[in-house]
């Protein structure tokens, strides 16, 4: 059955993905001509966890100067950390800015099928979401990907309170679109946070496992095989 709602994970199921916080931090330091030293990385995570319930509240604000004014303080203590100038700390940020909110990237990149199968989608009417556990800076990453005007909602999860597997995060797209559970499709590469979490509501869904040798149910390898994943459900 055709779904009235297609919910899409993005990071490694719309955008090749390569981002953690320190290994970020790192990446942009080195394209800066930073030089750091070797504790580097540990240094920037023992700063960042203790910071994370204040980073989901920023995020919830869902502006972007709260946002990136927590991410330059960051630098900030992490550059003072080091030891190293702390002036440069809104510049390096900056870098990790258009990381994010530019392209070519060496942190994101649109897979090729991504946008073939989202115009075939809304060529037939489907109502299209982009649920994905990210923050704020979501919003712009898909822009600078021409996605954005494919998809009828954008739901990040830092913003949003709640994260897959979490069924509220599910529930708020469905509750958005005035969609029940057998109306709606999710897609996503990861076993837990959107298999397991679209199942156990009893949402259908399907694993995108692009390294995997074909398609069998509830595996496809690539989005390319949507449709034909939407008829397992028949």
Known sequence: MKPKLVTFDCANTLIWTDWQPHTFAIRCAKIAGLELPDDAAATYLKLFMPKVPDFWRVNQTRSLENWRAFWVQQVTDWLSALQLPTDKALELHLVGERE???TPSHTFRLFDD???ILERLRSQGIKLAILSNWDTSLHGC????GLTPYFDAVFASLEEGYEKPDPCFFNHALHHFNCTIEE????GDDLIDDLQGAQDMGIQAALLNRSAA???RPIITSLSQLEEAFKWYD
């Open 142 to 145: 898909v822009a600078a990907h």
């Open 100 to 102: 994010i909110f530019e």
């Open 184 to 187: 709606c499709f999710h897609v």
């Open 114 to 116: 991504a946008k073939p």
């Open 214 to 216: 074909h398609i069998s």
